[in-house]
């Protein structure tokens, strides 16, 4: 008996071993091809390349992971187990042609990337990565595109696009959710952001969950209490949600967002005192009155806790919140400067005062966090370690699995 528990030990511990060797292959895998600047190109563009290093990588250790739930789920595996190249027989090419249409868009449109990884940070915190954030609304049922946090929500039409690559050469095979945290994952990389093996097999929801969207998504003028309840809830511990956050390193913020902070901070007809001074400026400058409705200005807008939408059409309040997010000139996170390290600017720039929502600030304003802040600011590897281990739990929040759910065709239509 004894030793059988200690045989099971030895097994735990060698397995957990190998599967961290995989990451490390992985990685190194991942930069060498980076480095050769190799640009693998889809039959969109080209024909397929069916060589995928990491999926072999993985592939080949598949069984290896089984041994070893307890280490696996530290990782981010969910309890249901999704596989590592899951489409190794179905569709081969898949995770390549993902690749390589981010790859090519990036090249003419970089804010994809930006565009890709709210998208699935949207799609993965309600309900599950199971693609209900690409759904449309159709009669009956409300869709979460419509809903006020998913406003200025874009990437829809990657998704779509590449979507419709891989239906060509897989028929019925990969699934949105799939597809989704597959892109995210190459735009975060193409961002400048770290590599992160991902498991898949994801299936798609039946459903779009509109409520559900509109009051769960965390709110940018949340107190730093709501915004690591509502992270918790869902698992993420403090230092997986600073890290997570480190996300808005990259992509635009509508001053809308952020303007309450500027000029009539919670009634008190001043900016909020947390905000750097010559900062304060700089933001007021880009978010100028002159273009932006100020009847809101000293509330903190927009609202992202609205009544539950019921009806299928978007209401009023979203037409008219679209129509202020279109004149919005918005603030370019990476403000300091294109091309800087991935996460490390961002963390600097909380211990500068110069977070731009209100809820990135707010990091700095507990004990626990900020010592996270100032560790990511100081050790770029350390972030895109904790990045990387972060993104892999995210893209497995309550997934589906067969027989649950379903491959959708189209992303915006259940099939
Ligand atoms: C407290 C949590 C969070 C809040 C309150 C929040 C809120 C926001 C807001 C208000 C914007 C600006 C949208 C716009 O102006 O159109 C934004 C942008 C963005 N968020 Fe977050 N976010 C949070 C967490 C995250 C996480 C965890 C990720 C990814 C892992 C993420 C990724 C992004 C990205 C990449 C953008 C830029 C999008 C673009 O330029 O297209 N956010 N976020
Ligand atoms: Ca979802």
Redesign the pocket.
């Known amino acids: 008996m004894l030793i059988s528990v200690i045989e099971m030990e030895m097994m735990r511990k060698l397995s957990f071993l190998i599967f961290i060797i995989c990451i490390i292959i992985s990685f190194k895998n991942r930069n060498a091809e980076t480095k050769k600047g190799s640009v693998i190109t889809t039959k969109w563009f080209s024909s397929p390349d069916s060589t995928s290093p990491f999926s072999d990588t993985f592939s080949s250790h598949a069984l290896f992971f089984s041994f070893d739930q307890e280490g696996i789920q530290n990782m981010g595996k969910p309890n249901q187990s999704l596989e590592y190249n899951f489409y190794r027989n179905s569709c081969p090419q898949a995770e390549q042609i993902v690749r390589s249409v981010v790859q090519q868009l990036y090249k003419v449109r970089p804010?994809v990337a930006?565009?890709l990884?709210?998208l699935?940070?949207h799609d993965c915190f309600i309900e599950g990565c199971d693609a209900s954030v690409l759904l449309d609304a159709t009669e009956g049922m409300a869709s979460e595109k419509d809903t006020p946090p998913n406003v200025?929500l874009?990437?829809f039409d990657i998704i779509d696009l590449i979507k419709s690559e891989l239906e060509e050469a897989c028929p019925g095979v990969v699934s949105c959710a799939d597809t989704l945290v597959l892109a995210a994952r190459e735009a975060v990389v193409l961002a400048g952001g770290p590599f992160y093996p991902l498991y898949t097999g994801r299936r798609d929801s039946f459903t779009s969950f509109a409520d559900a969207a509109t009051y769960e998504?965390?709110?940018?003028h949340?107190d730093l209490s709501d915004?690591l309840a509502?992270?918790s809830s869902r698992g993420f511990d403090e230092r997986e949600t600073v890290s997570?956050?480190g996300?808005?390193s990259?992509?635009?913020?509508?001053c809308?967002?952020f303007q309450f902070r500027l000029y009539n901070f919670g009634g008190t007809n001043k900016p909020d005192p947390s905000l750097d001074t010559r900062f304060l400026e700089e933001m007021r400058s880009i978010c100028n009155h002159s273009h932006i409705s100020t009847s809101t200005s000293s509330a903190p807008a927009p609202t992202f806790t609205g009544s539950p939408s019921s009806s299928t059409a978007p209401s009023p309040c979203f037409d008219h919140l679209s129509s202020l997010?279109a004149e919005?000139p918005?603030m370019d996170?990476a403000y300091e400067g294109p091309g800087t390290d991935f996460g490390t600017l961002y963390y600097r720039s909380l211990l500068q005062g110069k977070g731009i929502?209100y809820?990135?600030q707010q990091l700095m304003a507990g004990e626990g966090t900020g010592i996270w802040v100032r560790a990511y600011a100081s050790d770029s590897s350390l972030f895109r370690r904790d990045f990387a281990l972060a993104?892999m739990k995210?893209s497995n929040l309550g997934v589906l699995r067969a027989p649950m759910g379903q491959i959708r065709l189209q992303c915006s239509k259940v099939a």
């Open positions: 804010s930006p565009a990884l709210r699935v940070f200025s874009k990437g998504l965390p709110s940018p949340a915004t509502s992270f997570l956050l996300a808005h990259i992509g635009v913020i509508h809308k967002f997010l919005d918005g996170m929502l809820a990135d993104m995210l």
